[in-house]
């Protein structure tokens, strides 16, 4: 797959989902890291059966996880 974030539509779902990490870590509902985990785990499952969707997925995931260990 080339760069998910080469798609708008891609980019604007992936701030959203940078959004509610950061806004439920700064509730204390959930961590960054344990999103980023949990986004994880969600886009193996997505991805067995709609593989490029659960690539999107994975590569948010990633971000987040990024992010939180900065």
């Not at 959203?16 to 193996?44: I, N, Q, T, Y």
Request: glycine content about 4%; some cysteine; overall charge negative.
């Amino acid at each position: 797959m080339s760069d998910p974030a080469a798609d708008p539509a891609i980019r604007a779902q992936g701030k959203l989902v940078m959004f509610l990490a950061s806004l439920l870590a700064a509730r204390g509902v959930a961590p960054a890291d344990e999103f980023a985990r949990l986004l994880e785990v969600f886009a193996l499952t997505v991805e067995e059966t709609e593989p490029l969707e659960g690539a999107v997925l994975a590569y948010w995931a990633s971000c987040v996880a990024a992010a939180a260990s900065n």
